[in-house]
């Protein structure tokens, strides 16, 4: 599976920004998935996941209520939308897929990964 995320940028906190990971390779369809944030200097953490069919969202409880995680099959696009940023958002942002069709939150879980893209929320 191949993803090719974008749509980061420079944003001041209480702004919004949207998020796209195109997906393709075979059976994409099938795998579970997520977002992940990279702060500098800090672990990947677990952001958002999704299965394709829209099915089964999970939110980290620091994005819950702010962000909304969905799919575009047509496009074969997952979407991070992010409102409310705040400077804590900050990081490069991945994209991942799970063979297994969940969405865990660890980043060992997945198999494939997009490039990042960096997000930059200033105070």
């Known amino acids: 599976v191949q993803l090719q995320a974008s749509g980061g940028g420079l944003v001041q906190e209480g702004g919004s920004l949207r998020l796209s990971c195109v997906a393709s390779?075979?059976?994409?369809?099938?795998?579970?998935m997520g977002w992940f944030r990279q702060a500098p200097g800090k672990e990947r953490v677990f952001v958002a996941g999704?299965?394709?069919?829209?099915?089964?969202?999970v939110y980290a409880v620091s994005v819950k209520g702010r962000f909304t995680i969905s799919t575009n099959n047509d496009q074969n696009t997952v979407y991070l939308q992010m409102n409310s940023l705040k400077p804590e958002d900050t990081g490069v942002y991945y994209c991942?897929?799970?063979?297994?069709?969940?969405?865990?939150?660890?980043?060992?879980?997945?198999?494939?990964w997009g490039q990042g893209t960096l997000v930059t929320v200033s105070s």
């Open positions: 991942a897929a799970n063979p297994t069709g969940w969405s865990p939150p660890s980043p060992r879980s997945y198999s494939d």
């Open positions: 390779g075979r059976g994409f369809r099938t795998y579970g």
């Open positions: 999704v299965a394709w069919s829209g099915d089964n969202t």
